[in-house]
């Protein structure tokens, strides 16, 4: 399962600064900072995001900070799909795009790039009837974007289960 322990590669100290240095820039309340985590990502707290999510959730808090007036990013930084801004305006955004991409490292089981890369193709056709990523609408990346999400909570639960029985099954009661 190596491929599983990299999707899985935790926040780094840095991201967790930089989320919070959003955060406070954009002045939002915990509880809208932890409703904006819960959307994107089904979780409520930055220290649940992994590597990757949390450089997508750090993409998408930059570009709401940068409309503020309130962030100016780096020079030189290229976020993925940008080269799709500007479509028409029905067809999916860049970071729904990115969403999708992250929510799938944390539930594909593929161990290679390649395989994990035509499993979501894949799950994108036949959730959306369409052949490739670049051709979702909104709506389609939104219902690919759900389907994502309600795996996730699969995977979150039976991790859970999972670490219930191994829990249960090491104490051993009436002896």
């Known amino acids: 399962m190596k491929g ?16 919070h240095a959003l955060k406070n820039s954009m002045a939002l309340t915990d509880e809208e900072y932890r409703s904006f985590l819960m959307c994107l990502f089904g979780v409520d707290s930055s220290t649940a995001l992994t590597f990757h999510t949390a450089g997508l959730f750090i993409e998408e808090m930059e570009k709401k900070a940068v409309n503020s007036g309130v962030w100016t990013p780096k020079a030189g ?24 991409e992250s929510i799938w490292q944390g539930v594909s089981y593929a161990e290679d790039t390649t395989a994990r890369a035509k499993a979501l193709q894949i799950f994108v056709e036949r959730t959306a009837k369409v052949s ?30 999972a670490n219930f029985q191994e829990a249960a099954s090491g104490s051993s009661i009436g002896g």
């Open 4 to 19: 599983q322990a990299k999707n899985k590669r935790p926040i780094t100290a840095n991201q967790c600064r930089k989320i």
């Open 77 to 100: 930084t290229k976020q993925r799909f940008n080269e799709m801004a500007g479509r028409r305006r029905d067809m999916a955004t860049p970071a729904q795009l990115r969403v999708i």
């Open 132 to 161: 490739n990523m670049r051709f979702l609408t909104k709506e389609g990346a939104t219902k690919v974007i759900n389907g994502l999400n309600a795996m996730q909570r699969q995977v979150v639960k039976s991790g859970i289960a």
